[in-house]
């Protein structure tokens, strides 16, 4: 009876450590999607650009390490962020997840977004009411920790978080820093920080994202394609366009579809000019000018060389101007030293003109319209404001 007994003993344990291992799992994974971000379930693209980053990284996953997401304004670099940070999030035990830092720091402070990543990574309500002491805190305690910390949208403003960049003996070994920003200058400034630009959507890529936002499918009705495409051009590849743009138009009738498409012809969508605006907003003045001259004038690709004789003599200071605005994603330069800007950028830069006076362009700073230079001319209301150039 005896070998029976330990038969049965054995059996039942083995049943219970199962048992055990299943609820186990269960609570872990339960446990792990407590701690994961929310991102949309519309994405697209997002897998290509996911393997891009773990594929320059993983060698290096147990190195303490520094990923710099960059790209203009609605260009998806917090949600990529998100699904990065979820995905590397098993590896870490400590986490902190810092949104918008740019306008935390602006409502709150620094000490703000000090307070709430000493919270997160070692769980102490202690309040500290300075940058200095802050800092203190982070080199004595985050050590020995290893740490998976996102800082999004990080602008100048929020520099003094840079401590974390520049000195990660601060953090401990494998610990891992994602940043998003419109600023490549902020990444430029830590070292060995691998550096990914995020770029626009393809057309196929964009008529998808905005049918799963305007169908609830991956593709237009067919009776609403040649619409859905014309409307896809308008957006550039620029992923917040399309979502509220395809959000804006479910459900709705085929003569609101055209209107919409004539209007984003003439006038970029208001929600997406709110979030682009952000970034012409933090230029100075001689950089505003410059931006606004490209959108207006020069957003097909005209020489860098060209127009920084015209800028020079503007006293604009042109090679700084250029350099920022490309730092800030609001141009590129192309290999042949071409300046090129988005669509979405030079329709919020035209629009930011049309409204110094919507009904009369005489009464504007520039006018670029075909017609409406005509008639203004005709008019002969034009004041100069521009210096000739010897």
């Known amino acids: 009876m005896w070998p029976s007994y330990t038969k049965i003993n054995c059996y039942c344990g083995r ?13 872990m994974s339960e446990l792990k999607r407590l701690f994961l971000l929310n991102v949309p379930k519309e994405l697209v ?9 773990m594929s320059s990284i993983d060698d290096k996953l147990y190195d303490t390490k520094i990923i710099g997401l960059y790209g203009m304004g609605g260009i998806g670099k917090t949600t990529l962020g998100k699904v990065l940070y979820n995905k590397l999030s098993t590896h870490f035990e400590y986490r ?3 949104e918008n830092s740019r306008e935390t720091y602006q409502r709150q402070g620094i000490e703000c977004i000090l307070n709430k990543l000493i919270y997160d990574i070692i769980g102490s309500s ?10 203190g805190v982070i080199k004595s305690r985050f050590t020995s920790k290893k740490v998976l910390v996102m800082l999004d949208d990080m602008d100048d403003s929020t520099t003094h978080l840079n401590a974390l960049v520049k000195d990660r003996s601060w953090l401990g070994v494998g610990s891992m820093v994602i940043i998003t920003t419109r600023n490549k200058s ?9 550096i990914y630009l995020l770029n626009e959507l393809s057309m196929d890529q964009s008529l998808t994202l905005f049918s799963r936002h305007a169908f609830q499918k991956d593709s237009p009705q067919s009776d609403y394609e040649v619409l859905s495409r014309d409307v896809v051009s308008t957006t550039g590849g620029l992923p917040l366009a399309l979502e509220v743009i395809g959000s804006s138009l479910c459900g709705k ?6 209107d919409t498409l004539e209007k984003l012809k003439k006038v970029p969508d208001k ?3 709110e979030k682009l605006k952000i970034s012409y907003d933090a230029l100075d003045d001689e950089e505003q000018q410059i931006f606004l001259d490209i959108a207006c004038f020069f957003s097909f690709g005209s020489s860098k060389k060209d127009l920084t004789y015209v800028w020079d003599a503007c006293g604009l200071f042109p090679e700084r101007g250029i350099e920022v605005l490309s730092l800030m994603s609001l141009i590129k330069i192309g290999k042949n030293g071409r300046l090129l800007m988005h669509d979405q950028l030079r329709d919020l830069g035209r629009e930011i003109v049309r409204l110094e006076n919507p009904n009369e362009p005489q009464e504007r700073s520039r006018v670029w319209n075909h017609q409406e230079a005509l008639d203004v001319l005709d008019s002969n209301e034009v004041r100069v404001f521009f210096t000739c150039l010897s």
């Not at 049943?15 to 609570?27: D, L, N, Q, S």
């Not at 202690?126 to 800092?135: A, L, P, Q, R």
């Open 15 to 27: 049943r219970e450590g199962a048992f055990v291992k299943t609820i186990v799992t269960k609570v």
């Open 45 to 53: 693209g997002i897998d290509d650009r996911i393997n891009d980053i």
């Open 96 to 98: 902190s997840f810092v």
């Open 126 to 135: 202690g309040h500290v009411s300075s940058v200095d002491e802050g800092i």
């Open 186 to 194: 902020i990444l430029d400034e830590a070292k060995e920080c691998y």
């Open 253 to 258: 009738r085929r003569e609101v579809w055209k």
């Open 271 to 273: 929600k997406v000019q």
